[in-house]
């Protein structure tokens, strides 16, 4: 994904963009209607009544909100949790820097993203529960996927990533740190690294266009803690909402046993077997 997953509380980037100031809230709007009918599954709190504030980044797929309707593998979880218990979606509009401090100020009741589920965040707001984990993706002409092949080769990858202080001390000075991955993406294609290291399923959406490239998940290495234990991403949500915690929880166990996680993520094509969360934990 993004290196604001890495970063404890702020946030820090996105795939194509760099964060901007805490400032935040750029715009909102309403991207649904509840029918006069409706029955909520839970009776939800939130800072409206009625409405499902999500402070929203613009980051694809996870969530869009620049280019034509609200959508995202994220979007559309938040949309059809809404829509099971009667909340029309105001989508708050917001950089990564932001998204949390609207959660924690009241202005949203919850955060898409793909926000890490670290213990310093959960000490500003509420997590919901795994939704997926972010996995450590290789990216190179030979298809190199384990830490033993890419010994010696020029890497480069992200500052500020999860796995980026290990990195550093086992490829030294083979090793690049870039501000974001678009600049990785650069020098990879120009051939002043030879494997860059991303989010695998961040790395499809930015490097799946180039047919040279493999994209491999990075085999398990006690040298790089994240291989062994990805990081699990979740909702962040008002702190000490119970309700909406419940409803969310009771949303993520539904969407786990009915298919709808998979289905959510086929459709934007990004890989299902990171659905794998295991037992809930915080990243420290």
Known sequence: MNRHHRRALAGSTTVLATVLALSACTSSETVNKVASDCTPAHDVDTVKEGVLAVAAVD?????????????????????????????????????????????????????????????????????????????????????????????????????????TADAKKVFGSDLSVYPSNVEMKADLEAGRIDVALDSFGGAKFVFGDEKDLNIEVLEPDDRIASTKEPAQIGFPFTRGNTSLETALNDAIQGWQADGTLVEILEKYGAPTDILDVGEPRLLN
């Open 59 to 163: 980051y694809f797929p996870v969530s869009v909100t620049s280019d034509g309707p609200f959508k995202g593998t994220e979007a559309d979880m938040v949309k059809d949790f809404a829509k099971q218990n009667c909340l029309e979606v105001k989508v708050v509009k917001v950089d990564f820097a932001g998204a949390i401090p609207a959660v924690d100020s009241g202005r949203a009741d919850i955060a898409i993203g793909g926000f890490y589920r670290t213990a310093e965040r959960a000490e500003v707001v509420g997590l919901s529960g795994p939704v997926y984990v972010d996995r450590l993706g290789a990216i190179s002409e030979d298809g190199l996927s384990s830490v033993n092949q890419i010994d010696g080769h020029k890497v480069g990858t992200v500052d500020g990533y999860l796995w």
